[in-house]
């Protein structure tokens, strides 16, 4: 069974760092775009970053660019956001999702992803 699970959140001040982890079971990734979503109360999902199959190609929220780093180790079947200088607006449920592609390129529509994980909550407060 294909399953995604996202760890790594938590509580952390303004300017503080958290690094994401999204682990893949029961498939392996090699062939899979990978993209970060978050959805913070009240407001939309929204498209963080992407990343295709082989760590080529990457793509970032405005929001974000500057500050998260999107990446993968497809030996650990493991894709990684690290995020930096983070901010209260941060503040949001984030989720991995994949999905099988061989493109160059990679989406942050979620529309274009079937297989999402549960998610994991960051909180960004002093």
């Known amino acids: 069974q294909l399953q995604l699970v996202e760890s790594g959140g938590g509580l952390v001040q303004p300017g503080g760092s958290l690094r994401l982890s999204c682990a893949a079971s029961?498939?392996?990734?090699?062939?899979?775009?990978i993209g970060w979503f978050r959805q913070a109360p009240g407001k939309e999902r929204e498209g963080v970053s992407c990343?295709?199959?082989?760590?080529?190609?990457?793509e970032y929220a405005e929001s974000v660019k500057g500050r998260f780093t999107i990446s993968r180790d497809n030996a650990k079947n493991t894709v990684y956001l690290q995020m930096n200088s983070l901010e209260p607006e941060d503040t949001a449920v984030y989720y991995c999702?994949?999905?099988?592609?061989?493109?160059?390129?990679?989406?942050?529509?979620?529309?274009?992803?079937?297989?999402w994980g549960q998610g994991t909550q960051v909180t960004v407060s002093s």
């Open positions: 990343v295709n199959r082989n760590n080529g190609h990457t």
């Open positions: 029961g498939f392996s990734l090699v062939n899979y775009a």
């Open positions: 999702a994949a999905v099988f592609s061989t493109s160059y390129y990679c989406a942050r529509h979620g529309g274009s992803y079937p297989h």
